[in-house]
């Protein structure tokens, strides 16, 4: 890889052997360099292959008007994201949330403390996202020397939902309401006080994010073999009913038309959460 462009001491834009752009960022890995010097593969901390000509500008940018150690934080609370939750997220939370952590600390700093107004919800529909991001409070306390409220781990919590299913903050903030009302409707059907520390209701509220994020983008759910799905609605009638009203919901809400496929998987779900939560009385 040759350097075509230096940011700063600590960011290089560079093309690989397929003459392909990328951006590079690693302590030291533009300081007393040129364009046209070689790139050394052991200063790379991080590099940046998925990012369209708008990305890279934005990163550029950001390279070079927050310090470095900013940068560095986000993508050592990214990675710890990745490995916890076991999968890559979208590299353009490498943009939003390094902007975010700048943004934050320095309102911090300054004595500005913003509420989340979502926390609440945060933790309860989004509860290890939630616990990345309190994680992601004691990086930030570490290198910055900051104390950081818990509204913090709700924002970058967020972020890190965001990423994973490729969504924007009002996306987000929609879906949060339409679990929210799903969850609800399986309470009153069943009539049920729903056991929130369960396996169970994070299995469910897991599939509802990917579900509802499949009803807002018009996708199409996998095929169930037919066989099976006659006999999952046979054996679990009033799940299936209260699928049904789920539906009904998210057909009014979205412009989605929920399929049988999904609505026998919200089925399965619905059965499980119902026998782990408890009867009101």
């Known amino acids: 890889m040759k350097i075509t462009r230096i940011i700063n001491n600590n960011v290089v834009s560079a093309v690989n052997e397929q003459n392909r752009e990328l951006v590079l960022m690693g302590s030291g890995i533009g300081f007393r360099k040129k364009i046209g010097d070689p790139v050394d593969p052991a200063q790379i901390e991080k590099q940046f292959t998925r990012f369209d000509e708008k990305q890279i500008k934005h990163f550029q940018r950001l390279a070079q008007e927050i310090p470095y150690e900013f940068m560095h934080m986000a993508n050592e609370i990214i990675s710890y994201a990745q490995i916890s939750l076991n999968k890559e997220l979208d590299e353009n939370i490498y943009i939003t949330l390094t ?17 989340n107004s979502m926390l609440w919800e945060i933790k309860r529909y989004y509860n290890h996202e939630y616990r990345i991001g309190k994680e992601a409070i004691a990086v930030i306390e570490h290198y910055a020397g900051l104390e950081m409220p818990e509204d913090e781990a709700g924002f970058i919590a967020m972020h890190i939902l965001n990423s994973e299913l490729n969504l924007d903050m009002d996306s987000s903030s929609k879906m949060t309401k339409i679990i929210q009302d799903v969850l609800n409707i399986v309470k009153y059907h069943f009539q049920i006080v729903i056991d929130e520390e369960s396996l169970d209701y994070e299995r469910f509220v897991t599939h509802l994010k990917f579900f509802v ?69």
Not at 106 to 115: D, F, K, M, S
């Open 213 to 281: 994020q499949r009803a807002m983008q018009g996708k199409e759910s996998q095929i169930w073999d037919k066989s099976l799905m006659d006999l999952i609605r046979a054996q679990y009638l009033d799940a299936y009913d209260c699928a049904g009203k789920i539906a009904a919901y998210i057909e009014k809400t979205t412009p989605y038309a929920v399929s049988e496929e999904e609505m026998v998987y919200l089925t399965v779900h619905i059965q499980r959460l119902q026998k782990a939560s408890e009867k009101v009385t």
């Open 99 to 115: 902007d975010h952590l700048n943004f934050a600390i320095n309102r911090i700093r300054q004595g500005l403390r913003l509420t």
